[in-house]
């Protein structure tokens, strides 16, 4: 799976849904007057000024590989935002480190969680979620159709699958090997989409980005097409709107004092 570039208000097209499980995950870290917190992938930065109200007293910063997005990062929120890849992050010093769905970008983020938490002092916290839905249709019908004859030689290589994030257990063993009090847990979320094709536009901010980025417009443009069909068909409309089910494994973690 290739970086993507990052479109910010694609992906802030759904603000709402894509902001719940960071609360989810933020809500459990029990540090109460941290110093430094940063949010490593923060995206736009709206949710690392939440950061910032939940801990005032704390030195808050928002670090993101996209130059794109830490441009629409607001400016006047007291966070500082920089241009810096979670594999340039150094814990070191710092109280809360947060991670809200970017780590399945990372394929080695297993052995970066493990050089985190070397770099913990006690009494911090690394708090992370990452998507658990690579076999949900959604993402098993984009690999199906990328690995297609029409598609295959254009699109070799640029999706991963089940192997972009660990089973729950996997990284509660690996925290723990690590010697942090950690809680695993997963979620799965029911959105509720409006629109017409909205789980492609929920896509098109996330998980299609590399296929976008592969193609030349035209052939992204009939890829989409081929694509929303499939997804017209795993994911009917309701009168209300789509259901689209989204499950998200979590992990709050801190080094013992």
Known sequence: MTSPTWDPAQYARF???????????????GA???????DV?????????ELARRWPGASVRGLDPSAEMVAAAPADAGVEFA???AEEFDATGIDVVVSNAVLQWVPTHRDLLRRWASQLSPGAWLAFQVPANFDAPSHVLMRELAASPPWRHRLAGVLRGTESVAAPGEYLDLLTGAGLLAEVWQTEYLHVLPGEDPVLEWVRGTGLRPVLQALDPASAAEFEREYAALLRE??????YGTPFPFRRTFAVST???
């Open 32 to 38: 109460t007057a941290p110093r430094t917190v940063v």
């Open 41 to 49: 992938g923060c995206g736009p930065g709206n949710l690392t000024v």
């Open 255 to 257: 080094l013992p004092t």
């Open 15 to 29: 603000s709402s849904p894509r902001s719940r499980p960071f609360h989810d995950l933020v809500a459990q870290i």
């Open 83 to 85: 241009v810096a890849s």
């Open 234 to 239: 795993a994911y009917p409309a309701r009168d």
